[in-house]
C-alpha cells in the first residue's frame, strides 16, 4: 500500500487531502487517515509512555507500527524523543542498572556489585547513590534500617497528603516513591504512570521541555 494523489477525506479530522503515507506491511485495508492526524495518535502515546505497542491509528486495526514506520512518518524531533524513551525502556529491564539521584544529573550506569555494596558513586557527578534502595545514599544507617524508618517513622505526612520528608532529607511521593524534586520541578509526570498522581506531560509542553536525563554514555 503506498501514497495516492486522489483527494479523499480524513476520516478523523474530515479535512481534504491528497497524501495518504504508508502505515505498516501487515495493513490491509485502506487508508483514509492524513499525515498529520497520524503524527498527532504517535505523538499521544509516546506522552503517556506507550512506545512499545503503538498500532495503526485505523479504527479496528491491530496492526502495530514498526521502529522504521514512526522514523518514517513523525518530525525528527519527536522521532528523537521517541528513540530516547525506548532506550529508557529497555535499560529500566537491566537488573544492576540505577539513575542517579542527584537532581539535574540525568546519568545511569550499572553497579555490578548489587546489594553486596550499595553505594553507587555516579561515573558523571560522583554523588552517591544507594544501589538497594534506589534514593541518595543514606550515610550512617544501614538498607535495613533506612527501610524500617521509612515504614515507622513518616512522621512528616499529613493526612490527605503524598508529600514525604524522610530523617535524612530526601523527599519523595508517599504512593509510588518517586523524587518529589524532580516532581517539583517539571511537573506531575514525573510520578510513576501507575500513580494516582501521575498526568501525562501535556502536547503543548512536548516541545518547550528540555530533557533532563539525558544519556551521555553508558
Given amino acids: 500500500m503506498g501514497t495516492t494523489n486522489k483527494c479523499s477525506t480524513c476520516s ?8 495518504y503515507p504508508l502505515i505498516v506491511d501487515s495493513c490491509v485495508h485502506e487508508l483514509n487517515i492524513c499525515r498529520d492526524c497520524v ?3 504517535i505523538q499521544s502515546d509516546i506522552l503517556k509512555g506507550n512506545i512499545i505497542n503503538i498500532q495503526c491509528p485505523s479504527a479496528d486495526c491491530e496492526a502495530t507500527l514498526s521502529y522504521n514506520d514512526i522514523k518514517r512518518l ?3 524531533n519527536l522521532f528523537e524523543r521517541y528513540g530516547l524513551f525506548l532506550l529508557r525502556h529497555v535499560i529500566r529491564q537491566l537488573e544492576d542498572f540505577r539513575w542517579c539521584k542527584r537532581q539535574g544529573c540525568g546519568w545511569g550506569q550499572e553497579h555490578c556489585s548489587g546489594d553486596e555494596e ?7 557527578c560522583m554523588f552517591k547513590t544507594c544501589f538497594t534502595c534506589d534514593v541518595p545514599w543514606h550515610e550512617g544507617i544501614t538498607c535495613e534500617q533506612f527501610k524500617e524508618n521509612m515504614e515507622n517513622d513518616p512522621h512528616e505526612k499529613k493526612e490527605g ?3 514525604m520528608a ?15 524534586d524532580q516532581i517539583r520541578k517539571d511537573g506531575n509526570h514525573k510520578h510513576k504512570p501507575t ?3 501521575y498526568a501525562p506531560l501535556k502536547e503543548e509542553d512536548e516541545e518547550e521541555e528540555e530533557e533532563e536525563d539525558d544519556l551521555y554514555a553508558l
Fill in 12 to 19: 478523523v479530522c474530515y479535512n481534504s487531502t491528497s497524501e
Fill in 39 to 41: 503524527v498527532r495518535h
Fill in 74 to 76: 513523525v518530525p525528527k
Fill in 118 to 124: 550499595p553505594i553507587m558513586t555516579c561515573h558523571a
Fill in 161 to 163: 497528603c503524598e508529600h
Fill in 166 to 180: 524522610c530523617i535524612c532529607g530526601y523527599e519523595f511521593c508517599w504512593l509510588c516513591l518517586s523524587d518529589y
Fill in 195 to 197: 500513580c494516582q498522581h
